[in-house]
């Protein structure tokens, strides 16, 4: 039986005996693995999913190809000034793959080797659209944006996305949705939100979900009313920071001052005036 299948049957063997009520020392001893993948698999509110194949691991220069394949139209035959220059750029290996990379692009435009500079050629046409992956942060800040605030390959990108991953699609639909609520003050689409989550949604948003249920009457209250007590809470927290600062131990006079303090503008040094005579001299 392969991998998968094992996993499967393991879950279902897993929670089949924890809703009889046996306890996780058992549950381990049955199906022979430790109490800690028990628990594991307590945590998973589905089988596990089937794991995709190993496609091998992008080369650390394929995210700047684009820029070195204009400098060589441009003219820079040079790897160590490429290298130098897309390390501005965030660039953050060796300059090896740099040159494997040049001297490729020598082999097919048969440039000698001892050229490290030539007129401007157009050998490649340069994608000018294309722009790095982005990284999960940056993706869910494109996601969350409104529609008329993106750029236009980030739609593009965002809508690729969308279209060759169905989970993605849905996740990036949902968390808009929650945006959508919180700036349009629709407090009164969160359950239909709540439970279209709580049925489709990714691990990640049924968690949230599951702590806006929580708070429910205050995260109700927040997305229908124009008004709230966030500018209480950011004082509160302020507070609180202040006092761990001081690790709890400050009086009250001296959080008192921390508090109301305000620094005062530094008057602006000006510079004397050079006298007549001297300038003259």
């Known amino acids: 039986m392969e991998r998968h299948a094992v996993a499967v049957e393991l879950y279902h063997t897993i929670h089949e005996l924890h809703a009889k009520i046996v306890d996780i020392a058992n549950i381990a001893r049955q199906v022979g693995v430790s109490r800690r993948t028990v628990y594991r ?12 194949p190993y496609v091998g691991r992008i080369s650390p220069i394929e995210l700047y190809k684009p820029y070195i394949l204009q400098r060589w139209n441009e003219g820079c035959r040079s790897a160590r000034q490429i290298c130098r220059e897309i390390t501005a750029q965030g660039y953050g290996y060796g300059e090896s793959s740099v040159q494997r990379y ?11 080797n001892k050229f490290r500079r030539t007129q401007p050629t157009q050998h490649y046409i340069v994608d000018g659209d294309r722009r790095r992956p982005l990284t999960p942060g940056q993706l869910a800040w494109v996601c ?3 529609p008329e605030h993106r750029q236009p390959w980030e739609t593009s990108y965002l809508t690729y996305l969308c279209q060759v991953d169905a989970t993605i699609a849905r996740a990036c639909t949902q968390a808009h949705g929650f945006a959508k609520m919180a700036r349009q003050l629709q407090g009164d689409q969160l359950d239909q939100w709540l439970d279209e989550v709580q049925t489709t949604g990714v691990p990640e948003l049924r968690a949230f979900a599951a702590g806006v249920q929580k708070d429910y009457a205050a995260v109700k209250a927040g997305l229908t009313l124009a ?12 507070l609180k920071v202040l006092k761990r ?3 709890g131990k400050a009086s009250f006079e001296l959080l008192r001052t921390r508090v109301l303090h305000r620094e005062q503008p530094q008057p602006i040094k000006r510079r004397a ?9």
């Open 41 to 52: 698999y307590l945590r998973m509110a589905e089988p596990p999913l089937r794991k995709q």
């Open 102 to 112: 040049v001297h490729q692009l020598r082999l097919e435009t048969g440039t000698r």
């Open 144 to 146: 969350l944006m409104r």
């Open 227 to 238: 008004h709230s007590n966030g500018q209480t809470e950011a004082q509160i927290q302020r």
């Open 245 to 247: 600062q001081m690790f």
């Open 273 to 281: 005036p050079t006298p007549p005579d001297l300038v003259a001299a």
